[in-house]
Every structure is written in structure tokens, then in C-alpha cells.
């Protein structure tokens, strides 16, 4: 039969390599959340294969269990055959799109990207009474999470940054317009165009992310070549802070929550630990960590999508984070923040925090 649908000619190898063992079910968040079957690796797969074999079509039934997906990769790294999940998944959401299918959520982002220049169609750009777009060695891009939801974070990176005494400046930013790929639209040119020549009318040689997305996205995406083709080095905001030296000392126990964006789509594991683990003498780990960390269920626009679910999935995060006793919970990733922290139970103590808050609390008291 031919190929209908865009992701069969990717992936039809990879979908028919599935052996449905399973090992995907215990991991994934979605599954954890909802306890059904059609909306984990497997049963995305399943589903998949189905269309290719013209038993099913592309249609409106199949948003829920194609779209609810974190795009975490705890499937993907766990699976014994190789199936790469979340990229098969971003070309069936594609494929979908171009039937005019998708979920209201997604296609409003998509119109709203249309339009303004962050994901949550907000007038007013946010001051953080920093100079924007002066020239400078290093360029702080903080992200459409970081701007307009998790400004306190925002404003502890830049204090940080200040304390430190590192040449920066903030630009006009439009969103990196990564997160389109995922759910099923393009990455947006106009947005790509703009940041590449504010960007680099600055002069900065380094790009410093405060947001894992972002910099998966200048780092990878064909689209933002431009940048790293003039050298521009792209580092993330926890990898910049670990080169430093910071004189402050704990024994309060701490433990770290790794972003999806940043452990398993990045492989950014071990900086943010090195810049814990010097200040405090307890650090613990989850249950779960590194490249099996559980997913704090914000991405792949599962937080606007489906909110309720994604709250539990933080939830269950969370309860981790509590079973090691920490009386604080770092993390680098602004949705995870976000997320993480609207999901916390009153009763537990412990806080949420990003690394820069931490040390300026350290550094005050
Ligand atoms: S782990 Fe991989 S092979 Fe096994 S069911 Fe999940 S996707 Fe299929
Ligand atoms: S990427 Fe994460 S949420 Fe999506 S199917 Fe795989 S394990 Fe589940």
C-alpha cells in the first residue's frame, strides 16, 4: 500500500519494529497519570500501525492519544528496539495538522505565534530594568516561561548574573518557536528571522539560555544555523553558572529535578550537580534521576492541553522529591518550575527553586 501519511515514509520501519514488550509502560507519565493503555508508547504505536494498515484513518478520534504526549523520551530511552517515540510522534501530529486536525490548544498557539512574539499572546513585554539589545560579550535570552510566568526565577538568574560581574545584555526576544515542532505546526520564520539579527547585532559571542527549550532549539534547529555558524557559543544558563566558584556554604539537604529538555533531550546532567553539590553537603537523588528521572508532565504543551493530568504527573514527581526528605528541590527548566510548583501539596514543606535562587538566598542570609 502507499504511503498516505508522511510519518510512514520516516518511519514505518521503526513504528513495525515495535514488539509491544511493554518496557514503555511503566515509565511513561501519561500512562501513569491516566492508566490507559492507548495513550502510552505502545499503544501510540499500536495505533500508528493501524493507520498505516488502512485499517484506521487520520482523524479527529485519534488528538487525545497522539497529542497527549510530554514528548519526555522516558520511552524512548527505555525501549529495547529503538523506537524514537517523540520524533515519530511530531510527524504524525504534522500529518494531522495537515488534515486541519489538531486540539484547540495548539492551534491557538500556533495562530497566537502568528501574531506576537511569545506563546502567550501578552501586550506588554516584561521589565526586568535591565539594558536590552546593547552591545555586549554574552546575551541572557530568557524565554517566553521565564518572561511572562516565572519572573522571580527570571529575576534571581539576572541578579546572579550581576553578582557575578558577567558582561550581558537582554534583548527585545520573540519566542525561539521551537515548541511549534512539536505539537504538529512549523517552527515560525518570522520569529527565527528576528532573533537571529537582534541577536547578533548585540556582538555577544555567547548565548546563555534560561530555558532547556531554547536552547535545544538554537543548538539544533536547522533554522537558527545562522548563529552558530558566526561562532556564537550556546550555553545553558545551569552549565554558565557552574564556572563559577560561589562562596557559600550548606548543609541543608537538597535534592535536583532534571528537565526533560535538559537530561534526556540534551544530555545536560552533571553541571547543574556540580554547582549543588559544591554548596551543599547533603545532596540526595531521587528515586529517579538522570536519564530516568520522571517527568514533571509540563511539555510537548501537555500543561495548556491537558492540565489536570499534567498536575497529577507533577504530583507523583513530587511524592519522589518528598521521599528523600529535601527541604528543597532545585530544578533548571522554567515549565518545570512552573508546573512543580503549582502542583505542590500544602502539607509538603520542602520548596521549589532554580539554582540562582538558591545561592542568593545562601549569599543573604
Ligand atoms: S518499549 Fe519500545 S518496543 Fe516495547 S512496546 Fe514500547 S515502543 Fe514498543
Ligand atoms: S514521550 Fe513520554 S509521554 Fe510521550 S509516550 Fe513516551 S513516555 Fe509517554
Known amino acids: 500500500m502507499e504511503n498516505r501519511y508522511e510519518f510512514e515514509k520516516r518511519f514505518k520501519e521503526q513504528i513495525l519494529k515495535c514488539s509491544r514488550c511493554g518496557f514503555c509502560q511503566a515509565v511513561c507519565p501519561v500512562y501513569g497519570a491516566t492508566l490507559r493503555p492507548a495513550l502510552n508508547a505502545r499503544g501510540k504505536m499500536l495505533i500508528l500501525k493501524e493507520v498505516m494498515e488502512g485499517k484506521i484513518d487520520l482523524t479527529e478520534d485519534l488528538v487525545e492519544s497522539l497529542f497527549q504526549c510530554t514528548t519526555c523520551a522516558s520511552c524512548s530511552i527505555n525501549c529495547p528496539s529503538g523506537v524514537e517515540v517523540p520524533e515519530i510522534l511530531k510527524i504524525a501530529r504534522k500529518d494531522l495538522v495537515k488534515e486541519d486536525i489538531s486540539h484547540p490548544a495548539f492551534k491557538g498557539m500556533a495562530k497566537v505565534l502568528e501574531q506576537y512574539s511569545n506563546i502567550y499572546g501578552e501586550d506588554e513585554e516584561e521589565d526586568f530594568g535591565k539594558q536590552k539589545g546593547g552591545r555586549a560579550e554574552n546575551i541572557f535570552f530568557i524565554g517566553c516561561v521565564g518572561r511572562y510566568r516565572e519572573d522571580e526565577a527570571t529575576e534571581a538568574n539576572l541578579e546572579l548574573l ?196 538558591f545561592i542568593l538566598e545562601l549569599m543573604d542570609s
Not at 560581574?165 to 537582554?170: E, I, Q
Open 162 to 357: 550581576d553578582r557575578l560581574g558577567v558582561d550581558y545584555t537582554l534583548i527585545e526576544e520573540a519566542c525561539c518557536g521551537g515548541v511549534l515542532e512539536d505539537v504538529g505546526y512549523s517552527i515560525n520564520k518570522r520569529l527565527v528571522d528576528y532573533n537571529i539579527k537582534t541577536i547578533t547585532e548585540t556582538g555577544a559571542r555567547t548565548l546563555i539560555t534560561g530555558c532547556p527549550y531554547c536552547w535545544r532549539t538554537f543548538k539544533n534547529r536547522e533554522e537558527y544555523a545562522p548563529l552558530r555558524d558566526k561562532g556564537i557559543e550556546i550555553v545553558h544558563i545551569s552549565q554558565f553558572f557552574s564556572r563559577y566558584e560561589f562562596d557559600v556554604k550548606t548543609d541543608k539537604r537538597v535534592t535536583y529535578h532534571d528537565p526533560c529538555d535538559l537530561g534526556r533531550h540534551s544530555s545536560i546532567y552533571d553541571e547543574p550537580r556540580e554547582t549543588l553539590t559544591r554548596i551543599t553537603s547533603d545532596f540526595v537523588e531521587m528515586e529517579h534521576h538522570h536519564q530516568n528521572a520522571l517527568c514533571c508532565g509540563a511539555g510537548g504543551g501537555v500543561r495548556g492541553a491537558y492540565p489536570k493530568n499534567s498536575i497529577q504527573m507533577a504530583r507523583r514527581r513530587l511524592k519522589e522529591a518528598e521521599d528523600t526528605g529535601a527541604e528543597i528541590i532545585i530544578t533548571e527548566c522554567n515549565s518545570c518550575l512552573h508546573n512543580l510548583s503549582n502542583a505542590r501539596l500544602r502539607k509538603q514543606k520542602f520548596r521549589i527553586l532554580n539554582t540562582a535562587q
